[in-house]
Structures are given as C-alpha cells and as structure tokens.
C-alpha cells in the first residue's frame, strides 16, 4: 500500500465518510462558509485522514473544540461532528442553550446515538437541528492497513475493564469493542464471515464474534435500496491477545518498532537534536514518505541511512526528513550498542527456543541466569524472566519466587503474576487449565539477522488464513463464510468445511484480523508483509490500541490496583 492521507484506510475514510456526507450536505444548504466543531476523538480522526486545504474544499473555514469557550458567530451555520456521548450532547446543547451561538446545527455522531441522548437534544434544541445522522466511523485509521477503536485514555480503562478479575464492566466493553469493529466492516463495505480462535484460556474471542457477528448481520438487514445485503469476499479473525504473549515483550529490531520500544515519542512527535544543539519535533506518519519506506526495515539496514541520504542525487524528495531519520537511526544504534544486543541473543534463543544455528535450547535457565546477572535495567530483566516463563507454558511457585526476589521486585510482582489474568499461564501446576501453543511455521530457510530470529504468532495465522488453510476445529465459523475463502458457496458452522487453493481467491478479497488486548507493531508489520507477499488479499489489523513493550507491562501491573 502506498503511503499518505490519499492511500490505505485513510483514504477510504475520507471519501467513504466524510467526502459522501458532506457532499450532500453542502449540496441541500447551498453554503460556502462553515464552522466545524470536533471533540477529542474526532480532531484525532480528522487529523489522519486529511488536511485542511480538504477542509477547506468542502466549505469549512473554521475548526473549533467542542469543549472550550468558543465566541458566538450567529450568521454561520455549524457542522457537528462527535461521539454520542453525554459529555458531547451537554456540550452541544449549551451551545443553544439559553441563546444560540450559531444560525443552525448539522450534526454528525460517529455511531449510533442512544436514545435517551437523542431524546435530550430533541428536548432541547431541536428547532436549531437541521440534519442529524450516525455515519458509523468510530476508529481511528492509523496507516494504511491498521485501525484502533477509540482513543487512547477510553482503551486504558478498557484493557484493565476486560481483563481484570471480577470486572463489572466488562461486558458493556466487549459491546462497545463489538460496535466499533462493525463500524470498520461498514466503512470498508465489507460483510464478512466471521471466525475466532477457539479454546483460548479466557474465550473472550468467542463472545466478541458472537456480538460482531449478530451486529453485523442487524447492520446489513437492510441497506439503503431495502435490499439485504450478503457476505462480502471477506474474513474477520479475532484473536485474544494470550495467544502470542511473546512478540509485545521481545526487543524488534525493525525501525519503527524498536523507535517506540526505545525512545521516548509521545504522539508520534520525536525530539531531536539539531547541530547548534538546539532542539526540534518532527512527526512520524505517513505524511512523511520516508518513514513510510523505512518503519519496516531491519535496524542493520537502517544504518546505511547516513551515507544514502547524504547522496542528494540518489533522494532528492526526501532531503528535508534526512535530518529527522538520521538522527533516529543514531540514536537507536546507540541504544543497541549500550546494552540491547546483549539482551537480543537471549531473548530470541527464549523465545523460539533455539540458538541462531538451530540448536535446541535444553536449559532455558541457563539462557535466562546471564541476563539477570547483567546491570540490565529492572524492566529489560523482567521482559525476560516473562520470555523465560513463557517458553515453559509456566514455572513452579518455588522458582517464580526466587526470580521475583533476583529481580528485586518482591513488591511489583504483578509485572509477572498478572499476565494470568490474560489467560497466560505462569504457574504450572497438573490441575491447570492446558494451555496449547500455536503450532508454528518452519521458517528456518528463510534468510534472517541472527538477533531477529522471532516471527510473530499472528503473521502464521494470517498466511494460513489467505493460504485457506486455517482448521475449522480451531478457528470455528461463527457465521456463514463467503464462498471466496471456502471454494464453494457460502457453508455454515455446521458444516464441513472445503478447502481451495490460493489461486481460489479473487482480487480484492481483505483479510480483517481484530487482536482483543493491544497489537505490537512488529505484528503491524506482518500485516504488510502478508499483503504485498499476497496479491490477491489486503490485511487489515486492528484493535483496542498499540503496544509498547514498556507500557503493556504497566498495564498489566495496573489490573489489580
């Protein structure tokens, strides 16, 4: 996929969305001059998706904050657009409440308006409501071919909701999950079939297709010719996050990755520093095309960087982010060289279980005791106790105590014994639920750095499922499955499921995978890989947010306070 506003889900939001609604708009209220009025969630939404000059182009002049003081401009007319929450309708209604701040109101939710706030703002303002519509777009298209629900402090709350014990709430979140995943579906046009990994520890993945599944099926009962609409050449697998606890704790070594794991970027804005030492922020999205070009590339050959970018002749379009790039890759190697491939050897052989000349690892103990005997910091030592424990399927109280003590976090063992919370098994005991592996791929033909030896978990499944080669047994149907993935017509969970070749698939089918619990970008990245590996399907991954391996684990500490 290329890059920018212009390409990937981006674009399909902009002119899918906002280009069909506005379209009609200005056409019914023959303006030229408006105010749009956002909310948080909404400005971020706007912000990936387009520019002003788009703005700009639909008639907008004006972009204002839902929850600030704004000054009443009665001769123009307002676009709403933002959440159906309570927070947004008090603020809406105050705007026309006691005397209104604008001619008319146009107002725009991102999905479905409860009733009960509906009612209010018909209560209320309802002589000022020009238009009021849902347009089903409560995700935010971060790249090209990846999506999270929400924003970031709603998925905080949300991740403790889902996975700490005895929540309250946690049904209500799934539900929420369930609305803003058909939402994606909606924006995409796309009516897929639905799986789920089957006998996951928690089987959140199962309650959640249920939901999308009936959700969907309630969205498409009847579209807008009162036509109903039949499964797309499409394919939603939702994953839990327990089943590849691995990639979000190991240290990737691909650009983008290893930016956030290591360098302290808030918001997608690097700090860096100029030669006079002065200080400056340049931001990591696609808008600049040479981020796009490296964020998935090995660190080893991000290091030529220097030398490449400084040949004007061979990158002349991409001489104003050399500077930013370069300063990056320096600082990542200066990472790298000060204590991460020390820990990078280990790791990896913890991790898939062999060394890089594919000798079985018989001791992990032994991998593991060099680590914590290194000045390592606490949370490098903690990533790969985790690692160790997780090549076990789980170790014994007695020997989970004596690394907790070695690592000195006697009072913040929740970094480890919490991941059972997440249906990751970290004490095996002979009555405990039994926790099976996804079998892997062999990958060892395949030509890879020596400290990058790991491939996630979900980059197997998304093969399998383009390749067709998923077992219904373990990834049930939760609905009828559109014949493009089936070689046949459409068949039922019921059924017995035929398998085809990828030469089945017809061009333009998408591959929809949805990881309940953070996505890492190292399993971003697979998503890529699949998709330009395979012609005939496009991956999209999603979920509730993006992991870092630092903030997973304050996360994870975080479900019992």
Request: charged fraction near 25%; include cysteine; glycine fraction near 4%.
């Amino acid at each position: 996929m290329a890059a920018g506003a212009e390409h990937g889900l981006k674009r399909i939001v902009w002119q899918s969305k906002f280009m069909e609604y506005s379209a009609d708009f200005l056409h019914t209220s023959c303006m030229h001059s408006l105010i749009l009025i956002l909310d948080q969630f909404t400005t971020r939404l706007l912000s990936s998706c387009c520019k002003m000059s788009n703005l700009m182009s639909e008639g907008i002049t004006i972009v204002e904050d839902l929850h600030k003081n704004r000054e009443p401009v009665p001769e123009m007319k307002a676009i709403y657009f933002m959440r159906p929450t309570a927070m947004c309708v008090d603020a809406f209604i105050n705007d026309f409440k006691p005397k209104p701040k604008y001619k008319a109101a146009y107002v725009f939710f991102t999905d479905y308006c409860p009733d009960d706030l509906f009612d209010k703002m018909k209560k209320n303002c309802a002589k000022h409501i020009k238009v009021c519509k849902e347009i089903n777009i409560s995700f935010l298209p971060l790249e090209a071919q990846v999506s999270v629900d929400s924003f970031s402090l709603l998925w905080l709350k949300a991740f403790k909701s889902i996975y700490t014990p005895n929540s309250q709430d946690k049904d209500q979140t799934l539900e929420t999950i369930a609305n803003q995943i058909v939402t994606l579906c909606s924006t995409l046009d796309e009516y897929p079939g639905v799986r789920y990994k089957k006998d996951s520890a928690l089987d959140y993945g199962n309650k959640l297709a249920e939901l999308v599944d009936n959700k969907l099926a309630r969205h498409y009962e009847l579209d807008d010719h009162s036509k109903k609409k039949g499964k797309t050449q499409a394919q939603l697998l939702i994953v839990d996050r327990a089943l590849d606890p691995v990639s979000p704790i190991l240290h990737e070594l691909t650009f983008q990755a290893m930016a956030y794991d290591l360098i302290p970027i808030k918001d997608n804005n690097y700090e860096y520093k100029l030669k006079d030492g002065s200080k400056k922020e340049a931001l990591l999205n696609e808008e600049d095309e040479l981020w796009v070009k490296l964020r998935h590339m090995h660190i080893a050959e991000v290091t030529g960087l220097p030398k490449i970018l400084t040949c004007n002749l061979m990158f002349p379009i991409f001489l104003p982010q050399k500077t930013v790039h370069v300063s990056l890759a320096e600082d990542l190697m200066s990472h790298f060289q000060k204590n991460v491939e020390k820990l990078c050897k280990a790791e990896q052989d913890l991790a898939v279980g062999a060394d890089a000349e594919g000798q079985k690892v018989k001791d992990p103990m032994r991998t593991l005791l060099p680590v914590l005997l290194h000045p390592h910091d606490t949370t490098d030592k903690i990533r790969a106790v985790l690692l160790y424990i997780f090549s076990l399927n789980g170790t014994t109280a007695e020997n989970l105590n004596k690394l907790i003590q070695h690592v000195k976090i006697e009072d913040e063992s929740g970094y480890i014994l919490n991941w059972k919370h997440l249906g990751v098994p970290i004490l095996s005991t002979p009555s405990m639920f039994s926790f099976r592996k996804q079998p892997r791929k062999d990958r060892s033909d395949k030509e890879t750095y020596n400290v990058s030896r790991w491939t996630p978990v979900i980059k197997d499944i998304m093969e399998d499922a383009v390749e067709n080669k998923l077992e219904v047994k373990d990834w049930p149907y939760q609905s009828e499955c559109p014949s493009v993935w089936n070689g046949s017509r459409a068949v039922s969970a019921r059924q017995k499921h035929k398998g085809s070749s990828p030469d089945d698939l017809r061009s333009g089918s998408r591959l929809i995978l949805f990881v309940l619990g953070g996505v890492s970008y190292s399993e971003m990245r697979c998503a890529y890989e699949v998709t330009h590996a395979n012609k005939s399907c496009e991956v999209i991954i999603g979920s509730t947010h993006i992991l870092t391996p630092r903030g997973l684990l304050e996360d994870i500490y975080n479900l019992d306070k």
